[in-house]
């Protein structure tokens, strides 16, 4: 089955203990995002990734990391996790830009407090 | 600056009706425009994806409509079903020969569906 899996689903942290979100699809997708969804607010793009060893930042990259080593996976790192961290964070993926499905995961609730 | 403005932000109607959702962009230039479907603490589905030449577009009981000109997109919804509660996300993708993937998303129409 096709499909972008994260992990973990919820988390609650504290103030500055470094977290790691983890993402996978299986479709063998060129492009993959992070995005961050809040009340009244559409979905922001954190950082996208247009192939292995290509990132680069989207709307709201501060705070956060990531890395593409492996066209399948591409984790979200928060160094120093903030309660204005607290978010629901989707990972998404697609072929390749232009008029292609984007698949989304399931999403992963954080809270930092 | 780049906007999608959806309405109305939330909808009540009795399962079996229709109701329309509208989607209004200044995205410019236009690549194409995505409509969502995203169920409360899930991923959002793809429903359908509008070129600029596409003005109707159906997903079984889910029609969507484009008007590049006015820059406007409806989501039609025939003959309601309980399943169909959900936010109704309208993206615009801005057209680019390289680089990001730019989307630029609606905050949503909140459909519900009573019984």
């Known amino acids: 089955e096709a499909q972008v899996t994260q992990n973990p689903r919820y988390l609650i942290t504290v103030t500055g203990k470094k977290l790691t979100v983890t993402c996978s699809q299986n479709?063998?997708?060129?492009?993959m995002s992070w995005y961050r969804q809040d009340p009244g607010l559409g979905l922001r793009q954190i950082y996208y990734?247009?192939?292995?060893?290509?990132?680069d930042k989207g709307d709201v990259p501060e705070g956060y990391k990531v890395s593409r080593k492996e066209k399948r996976n591409f984790p979200l790192i928060l160094e120093s996790p903030s309660p204005n961290q607290t978010s629901l964070y989707f990972c998404?993926?697609?072929?390749?830009?232009?008029?292609?499905?984007?698949?989304f995961g399931p999403g992963t609730r954080l809270t930092v407090t | 600056k780049n906007q999608v403005e959806q309405s109305p932000q939330s909808l009540i109607i009795l399962e079996g009706k229709n109701c329309t959702l509208q989607?209004?962009?200044?995205?410019?230039?236009?690549?194409?425009l995505r409509w969502y479907k995203q169920d409360t603490g899930r991923g959002p589905v793809s429903l359908t994806i509008?070129?600029?030449?596409?003005n109707t577009k159906s997903n079984g009981r889910y029609t969507a409509t484009l008007d590049a000109d006015t820059k406007q997109s409806s989501l039609h919804i025939t003959a309601s079903q309980l399943s169909d509660s959900a936010s109704y996300i309208c993206?615009?993708?801005?057209?680019?020969?390289?680089?990001?993937?730019?989307?630029?998303f609606g905050t949503g129409t909140r459909l519900t569906i009573i019984p």
């Open positions: 998404a993926s697609t072929f390749r830009q232009g008029a292609y499905e984007q698949y």
């Open positions: 479709m063998n997708h060129e492009y």
């Open positions: 990734s247009m192939n292995v060893e290509v990132t």
């Open positions: 989607c209004n962009y200044t995205v410019s230039p236009f690549s194409n």
């Open positions: 509008m070129t600029f030449s596409e």
């Open positions: 993206v615009v993708r801005e057209l680019s020969n390289f680089g990001n993937e730019k989307l630029t």
